[in-house]
Each structure stands twice: as C-alpha cells, then as structure tokens.
C-alpha cells in the first residue's frame, strides 16, 4: 500500500536521524533522572560521596547538590 504522506521516498532526508536524536535525548534524560534518584537514595543511607560518585557516573558537585 502506497501513501504519499507516510512514503520513506519522500519523507524529508535526515527525519529519521532526527527522530532517533528526539527518542535518545529523552532516554538519556530519563537515565540521567534514575540515577539521580539511585544517588539521593544512597545519601540518605550515609553512603560516601567518593563511592556515590564511582557507582552513579555523577560528579561530586552533583552528588552534593542533591
């Protein structure tokens, strides 16, 4: 079934690569969110910076404005 609205051929070039940059920026948004909450999580339990840091990704700056 051909439809010319929806056709690959005539969409505009780049759409793809561009949905995929949309669909990876909110992915990473939501990792970056889970780990901030992994990394509020392990403050609460008195985890130290150093070690909060080393398992998250996130910086000590980071780690301390939470």
Do not use: Q, Y
């Not at 008195?46 to 080393?54: G, R």
Request: hydrophobic fraction near 40%.
């Amino acid at each position: 079934m051909h439809h010319d609205r929806w056709d690959h051929i005539v969409m505009v070039p780049g759409i793809f690569k561009e949905f995929a940059d949309e669909i990876n920026a909110k992915i990473a948004e939501h990792v970056s969110e889970n780990t901030r909450e992994i990394a509020k999580k392990m403050k609460a339990k008195n985890k130290p910076v150093e070690e909060i840091t080393e398992f998250t990704g996130l910086t000590e700056e980071e780690v301390k404005a939470l």
